[in-house]
């Protein structure tokens, strides 16, 4: 995929005519603003086997993106990035659930829109939301279940993660 944008941040305030007119919200997170040229190459490929008696899937993702930012020379980035998952259904009333995520800068400096984040629901849930940034990241997360009573499962997890700079 090859696509030209251009970021920029969001005004503050509302347009709306029922709802906040002309109310402020609270800033929007900074941006790197400008024309950006970004070239992504992703392959994504998830699985599903029903036919087993331990039903399983699996989802992989990974992502080569290049990007410049047309207004600034020697703005190029290069970012890879990684997401592996699996879902195992060990018995009628378990499961265990797997993710792995990484990412690398390669080259370049990242803008700050397209920095690797750990922190909140869906990466490291007792953490704020994106509390870790970065341009390297590491993420894993595991969860088992056990039904116990009707509508009421027990679930242990573990998080383990950040995002860093390594520059």
């Not at 750990?118 to 704020?128: E, P, Q, R, Y």
Request: glycine share 8%.
């Amino acid at each position: 995929q090859y696509a030209e944008e251009t970021h920029r941040s969001l005004e503050v305030k509302s347009k709306g005519f029922f709802y906040r007119h002309s109310r402020e919200f609270r800033p929007n997170p900074p941006v790197d603003e400008g024309k950006w040229a970004i070239t992504t190459v992703r392959y994504e490929f998830c699985t599903t086997d029903d036919e087993n008696v331990r039903p399983t899937e699996h989802c992989y993702r990974f992502e080569f993106e290049r990007g410049s930012n047309k207004d600034v020379p020697s703005s190029e980035y290069t970012r890879l990035a990684a997401d592996l998952g699996t879902h195992l259904k060990l018995s009628p009333g378990q499961r265990l659930s797997a993710r792995l995520m990484l990412g690398s800068t390669q080259s370049g400096e990242l803008p700050f829109q397209k920095e690797f984040y750990a922190g909140g629901i869906g990466t490291l849930n007792a953490h704020s939301y994106k509390e870790y940034r970065g341009d390297q990241l590491f993420l894993l997360n595991v969860e088992y279940a056990i039904d116990t009573v009707k509508r009421f499962e027990i679930i242990v997890f573990t998080d383990l993660g950040k995002a860093w700079y390594d520059r």
